[in-house]
């Protein structure tokens, strides 16, 4: 199994994969002063907000951290989603429709930390599962058997 660096090299060299997925919470807190919004820097470093926590900061998480602004919260959020190359979110999709694409489940499933997925590259999670979006659990909730 690899380390969880060689992860992070082999991702960087993946044009699919965003480098902000492995900023620091300083890389963060200078790209959102770069943005214009310097008066944010404390709560991005108070709150330990890095790469995988960014790619997974909803709007409605904002205020928890102290950024109450709700245009500045329209700007950041429009320009994390640019950054993290996650498409304008579609609000009148249907259910019928897969959730994510592939990058927003990457995504997703870095956000969060463990050896397996601290060692899983974005190349590996789709040789592993070929198409992971879309596969309903079987069940045999409705499954009627004969009587002895």
Known sequence: ????????????????????????????ADWVEELGFPQYKACILT????????????????????????EHIKIISKNIR?????????WNRSIA???????????ELKSHTGKTIDTTT????????????WQPPLSNQCLILPRD
Request: hydrophobic letters at 40%; glycine letters at 4%.
């Open 1 to 28: 199994m690899a380390s969880a660096q060689a992860t992070i090299v082999e991702d960087l060299k993946d044009k699919r994969v965003p480098s902000a997925l492995y900023w620091t919470t300083e890389h963060v």
């Open 47 to 70: 709150n330990l907000i890095n790469g995988r926590k960014l790619c997974f900061l909803h709007a409605s998480a904002f205020p928890r951290i102290g950024i109450t602004d709700f």
């Open 82 to 90: 640019d950054l993290i190359y996650l498409e304008e979110p579609f």
């Open 97 to 107: 429709v897969p959730p994510k694409n592939n990058l927003g489940m990457y995504l």
């Open 122 to 133: 974005f190349k590996q999670m789709y040789q592993n599962n070929p198409d992971p979006k």
